[in-house]
């Protein structure tokens, strides 16, 4: 279906993410970059999750915040608390995330539209609010510390782990996207009334996707909590539902690139121009509103269309797919 | 029996507020089928502005109110046409992207000027009792500023002309624009209308709470609670709805607890959206 | 052989009723024309049908099974394929995308098939293709394989959405109004398209108005009038039927 972009970019964007941190490892300032970049590279995760459902089945979800949070301290309190292993951890957090996110589907997934996004954000809010009174739970303001094993100790080691869960998220993405499940999944965004009459669930292949998205945006609130090496109640905020939507769109939606390229693109800029500090988000707002606007399928989508309209313009003729 | 009596009048004022930004926003959403997210945020910049006009500007409460109502009725207009208007065509959740970008625009530049909560003096500042309750005044005020605005719409909307064409494209969009309605016209009317109900509701509540960037965002998602479960468009439905959900909060803070009270209306509608998806009343179908 | 009975089917909405007890069978391998003036709940009936309504009296049996109120996925999936009114796509997909999907039900792959690339996934994708081929020949769309759907001239459009129903091998097709906004020539070549359908083995129903058209290709016609059933047979006794001339008063038969 849409098409990744030539395999050689590729391999030089992956060099240049593989580099990356033994450059940096070389000063002091460049260490802390590292860590800069690892958190992008978590919220590009967080960011292709919810790719699944809004870019592939149309459905605009607020809640990844705290499914994000979720996920964080499901690894937080297994790995702290119930005394398993790392890598076990992270894996049972993916799961109580994606369980969660099923039984959260299953009533909000018959609404539709803006109805969703608003359940969605609702049930977000909800999140917040009971982390933040459920002491016992969340470790209140404190919150809760992270203890990771000494081999992943070092900031650029962490760096290789994220990049690593990056790339196998985005073969995954891919998988599904060029699959038979995946043209399920783009028919209900694109018609779903016709999806229905064409013998296809839109109801269950919706569930399926949230639920896997659910996975995946587990998979970063868990590495995001070994990163930070603590988490607190705000892993849960809702407003990072509103980040991860703005990064997804400002990316451009239903493509592979998009998501990684609004997340890093945008969470670097973020950190980039902390100085400015609460006007930062008042040029993001404005970003936003002209990017929506003007350039709807994102900055990806928008080099798409160029690229498509070049094409058309100075012709190669159309390709039969694979 | 008196602290319950008392609840409920809390309550009634705390739906005031509700009922006046929700009624704005039913218009907006079953209207123009526009998910106004920024609404809340229009209520905010009221706020602010009556702030300005009374507290540095020294201009008297009352003046101040009507000329916030007509400031932000202005400010819709601006909003639609410069926001809303050029994403017709598109998908709505491009409208809801849209108003997500005002939200962070306008927080971000309030937060960035004055980032601490601001008070704002009471215009009448007594107490007074009645049926054995102690009340403040602009609780009251609050209260009746709701009930004058909401009979002055039901006016406007059942005896001027203006007002008709509006019910009219409430219920049939298309229908409307072909008997002659400018459907341009109307946009800008009902946003006009819906932003000063809301700089109203700002208005009349500023002195009773406390003003604050982040007041309008869990305000705004409340009212869409209120539209959703009375109807998309319906005016009867956001009133019930807005004075039912105050009521019931004021009493859940007072008797249960005040630290769930903003999970409470989200609980609701997340069980109602789950048993009907269409809403309680029905009405337009998302 | 009966392929689908309607009895008694009933349909609301608030004081109107759409559909009104109407009866009617239809045999395996024919093409049945519903015919009636505006209004008189064809396009309700096919929704009925089809499950996108729910009725509120009466029985629909696809091939024996008692189908009624069964979900519009469940009743496609039990072999009825269908095209709307207003023509039906994915727009901004590419064609074969279209028919992918249209193939999909027939498909079992899911998300371990997806992600592991499994033979399962590798052979439903080849069969889908294949299918592709078989239909885009049927029904002459080749020439489209990669255009986008919302941009093909409107003739095009309504065969592609035939395509799609076509893809999911249906037993019965309900095609509402396939040629309309189509001109002479075009309505010729869908014409002849729903008579290669039946002869490839698959039944028609088609809700039409333009009665030349329906005198020759239809194997029996059913006439509606507000809901009603007022005929039923084959194409000569319907048009002499007078409840069919008074209902079409003013509108030419010949």
Same mark, same amino acid.
């Not at chain 1, 965004?189 to 639920?211: D, H, M, P, W, Y």
């Not at chain 2, 702030?51 to 007509?70: Q, T």
């Given at each position: ?26 000063? #002091? ?51 702290? =608390? ?27 997934? #018959? ?62 993405? =891919? ?96 950190? #980039? ?6 006007? #930062? ?42 | ?27 907006? @959403? ?65 409208? @809801? ?11 971000? /530049? ?19 009792? @009645? ?112 004075? /039912? ?42 | ?21 109407? +009866? ?41 099974? +008692? ?45 371990? +098939? ?141």
């Amino acid at each position: 279906m849409k098409k990744y972009g030539k395999p050689a970019a590729l391999f030089v964007i992956l060099a240049i993410a593989i580099a990356l941190p033994l450059l940096l490892n070389m000063s #002091r300032r460049g260490k802390f970059q590292i860590q800069v970049f690892t958190i992008a590279m978590i919220w590009a995760i967080a960011t292709l999750s919810l790719n699944l459902i809004l870019g592939y089945t149309g459905q605009a979800c607020l809640a990844h915040g705290a499914f994000f949070g979720i996920g964080a301290y499901a690894f937080a309190i297994c790995v702290e =608390r119930v005394g398993i292993n790392f890598w076990p951890s992270i894996l049972i957090a993916c799961l109580v995330t994606a369980t969660l996110g099923f039984l959260v589907g299953l009533p909000s997934l #018959r609404t539709k539209g803006p109805y969703f996004a608003i359940v969605t954000l609702c049930f977000n809010v909800i999140v917040y609010n009971v982390f933040e009174n459920w002491t016992w739970l969340s470790g209140g303001i404190k919150g809760q510390t992270v203890t990771i094993p000494s081999y992943l100790g070092e900031r650029w080691v962490r760096y290789y782990l994220v990049l690593a869960c990056l790339v196998l998220v985005l073969i995954i993405e =891919r998988q599904i996207v060029k699959s038979l499940l995946g043209s399920s999944l783009i028919a209900i965004r694109s018609n779903e009334n016709l999806t229905e009459a064409v013998g296809i669930s839109s109801f269950r292949n919706k569930l399926l996707s949230f639920t896997v998205s659910c996975f995946l945006v587990g998979l970063a609130g868990a590495l995001f909590a070994m990163e930070k090496g603590s988490v607190d109640t705000t892993v849960t905020n809702y407003l990072y539902s509103f980040y991860i939507l703005i990064y997804l769109l400002i990316g451009g939606v239903a493509t592979l690139a998009g998501p990684v390229v609004g997340a890093i693109g945008i969470f670097y800029l973020l950190e #980039r121009i902390q100085s400015l500090k609460e006007f #930062r988000f008042l040029i993001f707002g404005l970003i936003l509103v002209v990017v929506i606007i003007y350039l709807p399928m994102g900055v990806v989508g928008g080099i798409k269309q160029f690229w498509e309209w070049a094409k058309d313009k100075w012709g190669k003729p159309a390709e039969a797919p694979e | 029996m008196s602290f319950f009596f008392k609840q409920i009048v809390i309550g009634i004022q705390l739906g005031s507020q509700y009922v006046l930004v929700a009624l704005g926003l039913t218009l907006i @959403f079953g209207i123009l089928d526009i998910s106004h997210f920024a609404h809340g945020h229009m209520y905010m910049i009221g706020a602010y502005l009556l702030y300005i006009l009374m507290v540095l500007g020294g201009v008297n409460y009352w003046l101040a109110l009507i000329i916030c109502m007509a400031a932000l009725a202005v400010a819709g207009v601006i909003v639609e046409r410069v926001i809303y208007r050029p994403l017709q065509g598109s998908p709505s959740i491009n409208s @809801f992207i849209a108003a997500i970008g005002m939200i962070l625009f306008l927080e971000a /530049l309030v937060r960035g000027i004055q980032p601490t909560s601001l008070n704002v003096p009471k215009p009448i500042d007594r107490t007074v009792t @009645f049926l054995g309750i102690t009340m403040e005044v602009q609780r009251l005020i609050v209260i009746a500023g709701a009930i004058i605005f909401i009979v002055l719409l039901q006016l406007f909307i059942k005896r001027t002309r203006l007002g008709t064409a509006i019910e009219a494209m409430a219920q049939d969009r298309e229908g409307a624009a072909l008997v002659g309605i400018s459907v341009s016209r109307m946009s800008a009317l009902t946003f006009a209308v819906a932003t000063a109900l809301a700089a109203a509701a700002a208005v009349l509540m500023a002195p009773v709470a406390y003003i604050a960037p982040e007041m309008g965002s869990v305000l705004v998602l409340k009212a869409f609670v209120i539209v959703v479960l009375g109807g998309l468009g319906s005016i009867k439905g956001a009133i019930f709805g807005g004075y /039912l959900l105050g009521i019931l909060e004021a009493l859940a803070i007072a008797y249960i607890s005040s630290a769930y009270k903003d999970v409470f209306a989200f609980g609701v509608l997340i069980i109602i959206l789950a048993i009907r998806p269409t809403g309680l009343f029905g009405g337009r179908e998302a | 052989m009966k392929l689908l009975s309607v009895e008694g089917l009933t349909k609301r909405f608030g004081g109107l009723v759409a559909v009104n007890k109407v +009866d009617f069978s239809i045999e395996s391998g024919s093409i049945t024309a519903v015919i009636g003036p505006n209004g008189a709940g064809k396009t309700t009936l096919f929704n009925l049908i089809s499950g996108s309504m729910k009725p509120d009296e009466g029985k629909i049996e696809l091939d024996g099974r +008692d189908i009624t109120g069964w979900p519009p996925y469940n009743v496609a999936r039990a072999g009825i394929g269908r095209t709307f009114q207003t023509t039906a796509l994915f727009e901004e997909l590419p064609v074969w995308v279209n028919l992918v999907i249209g193939y999909r039900m027939r498909t079992k792959s899911g998300l371990w +098939d997806a992600v592991f690339s499994t033979p399962r996934a590798r052979r439903e994708k080849k069969e889908t293709t294949e299918r592709i081929m078989e239909v885009l020949s049927f029904t002459g769309l080749a020439e489209y394989f990669n255009h986008t759907a919302g941009a093909l001239p409107q003739e095009a459009q309504k065969r592609l959405a035939i395509a799609v129903a076509l893809m999911g091998r249906p037993k019965l097709v309900l095609l509402d109004e396939p040629t309309g906004g189509v001109g002479l020539e075009e309505t010729d070549r869908i014409i002849e398209l729903i008579g290669k359908i039946r002869e490839s083995g698959v039944t028609v129903c088609v809700i039409e108005h333009k009665m030349r058209m329906i005198m020759n290709l239809a194997d029996s016609i059913v006439a509606l009038n507000f809901g009603v059933k007022i005929a039923d047979g084959s194409p000569r006794e319907v048009c002499e039927d007078p409840a069919v001339i008074e209902a079409y008063l003013g509108e030419s038969i010949a």
